[in-house]
């Protein structure tokens, strides 16, 4: 009996034993595979996309040979802190031509600009505008404004608009508050570069400069005498855009001693300049390379 006993046993654990092989190696098979999909999943990603730590979506490059560069679909990367941002790069190819910005059916001409002083030059990609609004697509069908910061470095006197940087924000129909500013400094001090500039969408209003629009841009105008501002209003069909700034001395002087918060009048400025004008001094350049940052 114990002898047969025995038997059995042996038998029971030579079947155990072949079976957990079978188990181990498809377990390696599965564990292989599953390894081949990822390592292919991460080559296809930094093929098109260097992201670090965001939750959005943005419009993305191939980081491949000048020759080779080109559109891809928009992603959607789910990443985690510290520092949530997603980085994107362009480069337009070579032989490209810069333009002057024209102020096509606007009430005042780019050539007359009230400025008491030559401003340098800058340089800025209408490829960056248009993914701007592409990025902001989200809220702007549901009529909620979209800001970004605009940075540029400086060389043989003349701004080149690098980076876009779009922050955390709150936002309604009307207004954008952008909120973590250090996350936008840090990239700024990084990579040494001077904020010339923002960008936010009038997402059913028509092309134009708020009241709350112009105290935001005195507070940059006042650092850089070069920065301007970018309005993108996709519902107006006259203008989709506009790249402006505050006249100099008439709207400064008028910012600076306006104290009022809100929507609100300004007084006439002194010089019977508008407040605000179109910039003069800003050209697209086709083959400028940016980045844009989304920290949302």
Same mark, same amino acid.
Request: hydrophobic fraction near 35%; glycine fraction near 4%.
């Given at each position: ?41 991460? =080559?296809? /990603?930094? @093929? +098109? ?6 939750? #959005?979506?943005? %419009?993305?490059?191939? !980081? *491949? ?46 050539? =007359?600009? /009230?400025? @008491? +002083? ?6 800025? #990609?209408?490829? %960056?505008?248009?993914? !701007? *609004? ?163």
């Amino acid at each position: 009996m114990c002898e047969a006993l025995c038997v059995w046993l042996l038998v029971l654990f030579k079947h155990l034993g072949n079976y957990c092989d079978e188990v181990r190696s498809c377990a390696m098979a599965e564990r292989n595979h599953l390894s081949l999909r990822v390592i292919n999943g991460e =080559q296809a /990603t930094l @093929s +098109s996309l260097n992201s670090l730590q965001s939750g #959005s979506s943005c %419009l993305a490059r191939k !980081f *491949l040979a000048p020759s080779e560069w080109q559109n891809i679909t928009v992603h959607t990367v789910t990443q985690f802190s510290p520092s949530p941002l997603i980085s994107c790069t362009q480069s337009m190819p070579q032989g490209a031509t810069v333009s002057q910005i024209t102020a096509a059916n606007s009430e005042q001409s780019c050539d =007359q600009s /009230t400025s @008491s +002083s030559v401003l340098r030059d800058v340089h800025i #990609s209408a490829r %960056l505008m248009e993914d !701007f *609004l592409q990025l902001a697509k989200d809220n702007t069908e549901k009529d909620l404004e979209t800001c970004g910061t605009l940075g540029a470095f400086l060389k043989n006197e003349t701004f080149y608009v690098t980076t876009l940087i779009i922050p955390k924000q709150e936002s309604t129909s009307n207004s954008c508050q952008a909120t973590n500013d250090e996350e936008v400094f840090a990239i700024q001090n990084e990579q040494s570069l001077f904020p010339v500039g923002w960008i936010h969408t009038h997402p059913s209003q028509s092309c134009f400069m708020s009241s709350v629009d112009l105290h935001t841009h005195y507070s940059r105008q006042v650092m850089v005498p070069e920065a301007f501002a970018i309005v993108m209003a996709p519902t107006d069909t006259s203008r989709s855009y506009g790249i402006f700034r505050l006249s100099d001395p008439g709207g400064m002087s008028v910012l600076k001693e306006c104290q009022e918060t809100g929507f609100h009048t300004h007084e006439e400025t002194g010089d019977g300049s508008p407040i605000y004008e179109h910039c003069s001094n800003v050209y697209t350049n086709s083959n400028l390379r940016f980045e844009i940052f989304d920290l949302r």
